[in-house]
């Protein structure tokens, strides 16, 4: 943990700081001598605990939390060190997880650290439950379609498809290894499979974008896509620009029609 020791008097901010050197959880510490220089520090880096005095010069202790409990970050953990137990209870009131007298004794302020740690680190977590809380969890996608096929229901990754083909009333789901004829329109499957990366690249004809591997130009202006399992498809110029979905960025491809 991170404490900031804030008192005027020199003799306490060195008994403190050696105390807080002996601790293993203590991986940082720092000491001013008043809630003006605490201010300063508290902009510049976060402390988990704040040992502070209640009598200083300018801001008192006091002030010093009502000056923290009105800005938006969180607030470190206070335990109180001071010679006034009159104020005991107005350092309650303000959330002091502790208060210890001066001439405080070295266990007395270990105590006190353990409870601000423990505090600090529940106030951590119930920071992190409330964040994660906020966030609305995306539903995963799921990527399966379901189709009719010889009598039966059949669950597919539309991932998995290459391409979708006109075949008179019918379209052909075309799959690594096997296929699907379904009593279906064109228009129809492309706008179904249009969220699954599938461009149309002829009338009759669409194409999973992940799998073409290379365009090549072809005759009249047409274009050739192979695709990774080595099938081509002829792309007909009605439906070229489309080709520009198959990349985010076209580099050194001027003059070949789709740049």
Do not use: C
């Amino acid at each position: 943990m991170r404490v900031l020791v804030v008192d005027d008097e020199p003799l306490t901010r060195a008994a403190l700081t050696a105390l807080l050197s002996q601790r293993s959880d203590v991986e940082q510490f720092s000491a001013v001598e008043d809630a003006h220089q605490a201010l300063a520090a508290l902009r510049d880096r976060s402390f988990d605990v704040l040992l502070l005095d209640i009598h200083m010069p300018g801001l008192s202790g006091l002030d010093l939390i009502e000056s923290l409990s009105e800005q938006q970050h969180p607030s470190p953990a206070v335990v109180f060190i001071t010679a006034y137990p009159e104020h005991a209870v107005a350092a309650f009131e303000r959330q002091a997880v502790d208060y210890v007298l001066k001439p405080f004794v070295p266990r007395r302020v270990h105590e006190a650290l353990d409870v601000a740690k423990r505090r600090s680190t529940q106030e951590r977590a119930a920071k992190l439950l409330e964040v994660l809380g906020s966030i609305k969890l995306q539903p995963e996608r799921v990527n399966r379609i379901a189709i009719k096929d010889k009598g039966r229901i059949i669950l597919i990754d539309a991932t998995e498809l290459i391409s979708a083909e006109a075949h008179g009333n019918y379209v052909l789901l075309q799959k690594k290894t096997g296929s699907y004829l379904l009593r279906e329109t064109m228009a129809g499957i492309a706008e179904k499979l249009k969220p699954y990366g599938f461009i149309r690249v002829h009338r009759s004809v669409l194409v999973n974008r992940a799998f073409v591997n290379t365009i090549q130009s072809g005759s009249g202006g047409n274009y050739i896509l192979q695709t990774s399992v080595g099938k081509e498809y002829h792309v007909s110029r009605t439906y070229r620009d489309n080709l520009r979905g198959l990349a985010q960025f076209w580099i050194g491809t001027e003059g070949f029609g789709i740049d």
